[in-house]
């Protein structure tokens, strides 16, 4: 079946540095990706629309300047979260739509843990 | 952004009995509705998926009822196993072409 790769798996980082999640479709094109955002024991929270050469959509209350999205070819999408703070420690999850598919179905990635400390 | 639901509640079944998970959704212009198992630390698995031209919908141990006259979806287990335990997410495909998950289940199989 489809495969998502994120990249790294977990990351723990310093306050005020920045840092950047990649999600790869490793045999299939996405135009179009999303990333989420989910705290523990909690629901899968939908941050933005990647999109392949043109820019993110970003759900209400989602910092733009925040959570940097490059979406720059049919395979990679990369999101950075500039200037962490300890409160964006959190499990970020993305998911690829595949283009070539007539039903658009979604494949997710494993999700990556970020920790600021 | 998008999401519905705070805390996960909980459900705790015996092995070997059925286990019915419950989700409600809010768009009712929502075509596709899809049920993913998550385990802790791992990315949401597919298990099964209903369009809304249809109530139900079965797969190999799992059924998905869906009623759209009060937007409810339901994800039945046959026989649940250990392996079962996990959190169960509902999702509904958006006219805007997002996936926006509901509440989340956590089950527990006991042995």
């Known amino acids: 079946g489809a495969v998502v790769s994120q990249h790294p798996s977990w990351v723990i980082c310093k306050s005020g540095t920045s840092v950047k999640i990649e999600c790869r479709s490793l045999?299939?094109?996405?135009?179009?990706m999303f990333w989420y955002r989910q705290f523990p024991k909690q629901s899968l929270m939908l941050m933005a629309t990647s999109n392949e050469g043109s820019k993110a959509t970003y759900e209400q209350g989602v910092e733009k300047d925040k959570f940097l999205i490059n979406h720059a070819s049919l395979t990679l999408s990369t999101l950075t979260v500039t200037s962490a703070h300890p409160e964006d420690s959190s499990f970020y999850i993305c998911?690829?739509?595949?283009?070539?598919?007539?039903?658009?179905?979604?494949?997710f990635g494993e999700g990556s843990r970020l920790t600021v400390l | 952004g998008e999401s519905v639901g705070l805390h996960l509640p909980t459900l705790s079944v015996q092995e070997g009995d059925n286990s019915i998970i419950n989700c409600a959704y809010s768009n009712s212009a929502s075509d596709y509705f899809i049920w993913y198992k998550q385990e802790s630390g791992k990315g949401p698995q597919f298990i099964i998926d209903i369009r809304s031209n249809m109530d139900k919908r079965q797969g190999q141990r799992v059924t998905v009822l869906l009623n759209k006259t009060v937007k409810h979806l339901s994800l039945q287990i046959a026989a649940t196993q250990p392996g079962d335990s996990a959190v169960y997410f509902c999702a509904e495909n958006s006219p805007r072409g997002k996936l926006i998950f509901g509440q989340g289940t956590e089950l527990s199989v006991k042995p």
């Open positions: 998911s690829a739509r595949d283009s070539g598919s007539n039903t658009g179905e979604l494949f």
């Open positions: 045999d299939f094109q996405a135009t179009t």
